[in-house]
């Protein structure tokens, strides 16, 4: 086979499947929009990518809601579902499957997955006591309880007492073979402060834990004991694999198996460590299945500095926020604002200063007085430049030159952060030059080449950042592109798949000389905040 004809490689990731006991909430579209930036960014390197999201539907916590409003489950997820699919839609959220751990498809592969643990002889009957937290689907040490017994996470919750016959999965069977893991593949957990809260957690030995319930109906019952029910965290880690199966495939593991594992990335926060890291790999293990090849645990946000919670009566509602601010704004406080791995802060105030600071003022305003330069001294083109004939002193070319490649580590990293700074380098420095080397006074001056150079350089340096900030502004990126004369849509995920354009593109010196440049307009709003703040 021809080199230039390899089929791309393939990259899968997946956010948690959500909860739907409630609506989406600013948690769910972090991860959600973090994952989104990644997707975006290997599908405009030009891999084959599978993003994976979806909800959570089975078990207590679920079961109690619907019933609190009236509603059979499977109806209370049906419309808590519709909510998040309108949330994904204004978030402009590309995902590619949308595992529902209710769907036929999944009651097969969680039957067949449950049926080669146990015959591997790693499931067994026993008495489990303790104390559980309906709301984080888990039992919890004495210690991890507030002194009124409430879950450290949800302060509002009483933890419930347990006495009762559960199957148990062995996981105590897999602490040498978790440790090996850890140790061999060191990047299997991300970031490393998160790898070393695992590792000193499985270092203290392994306890085996329960993978059924009973007194629960909402769920898949245990094949080999209907009166059981399965543990939803046991079913919902295994919609993962769901996921891969093409619609109409018969849902066998195989088949599953086939279309995408291991997994490359499993986007989470922090809160759900423990089961992807520790947990999820050692039941794959026992099913003989290879473990996916990174989990990623992000930060927790706050609000103003505080604890978001809804007995807070302090969430930030992410419906709202999108539709006051579009969701180009969203995702770029996030993810420009706060590092992945660390926790971080929202603040309406923080919010609109950044966003207008970087993108109305920074890089919309460079580009609207870049223009109209362009238009005055250039009859509207790209001046007949090209990259290559730019001096090497161009202190814009130099920034530009090596600004894909590091760029696209940082995104392979997880450090939007970072790529966003590297980027703002670029633009701030654009603005800086401009000033410095005053076009205005150079046309005036008859320096004709002087100008195009200049403004090459610059028209050149916004392409490149508008380019590479397109996986966190697809709509900005567009914009742009567009008064700079091409007809590249960033939102359409399979005409931006292309290697051969992210080689170009994701370089410093393309734009192509004589392009006739688009009208000038804003490419971001000027953000105000609300009267009453
Ligand atoms: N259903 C499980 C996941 C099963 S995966 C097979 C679950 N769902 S969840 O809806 O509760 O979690 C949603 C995600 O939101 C998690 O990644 C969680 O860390 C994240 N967040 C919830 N609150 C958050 C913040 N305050 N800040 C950031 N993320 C938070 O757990």
Redesign the pocket.
Known sequence: MNASHQPPETFALTT????VNDVP?I??A??TIAADAIARFKRLQGLSVLFITGT?EHGQKIQRTAEANQLAPQEHCDRVVARFAELWNLLEIQYDRFSRTTADNHKRIVKEFFMRVWERGDIYLAQQQGWYCVACEEFKEKRELTETGNCQIHTNQKAEWRDEQNYFFKLSNYQQQLEDLYRDRPSFIQPESRRNEVLKFVRQGLQDFSISRIDLDWGFPVPTDPQHTIYVWFD??L??VTALLEPDAEPTLENALSQGWPINLHL?????LRFHAVYWPAMLLSAGISPPEKVFGHG??TKDGRK?GKTLGNTVDPFELVKRYGSDAVRYYFLKEIELGQDGDYNEVRFVNILNADLADSFGNLLNRTLGMAKKYCRGQVPERSGSEISENCILKSLGLGLGERVSQAYDSLAFRQACEEIFILIRGCNKYIDEQAPWSLYKQKKQAEVEEILYSVLESVRLSAYLLAPIVPNLSNAVYQQLGFGIDFNNKNLVNSRELFQNHSQWGILPPGQALGQSRPIFPQLELPASS
Do not use: N, Q, R, V
């Open positions: 948690p499947l959500y909860y909430h948690g769910s972090y991860t959570d919902a880690l919609g993962y989470i926060g922090k809160d759900i927790f946000l978001m």
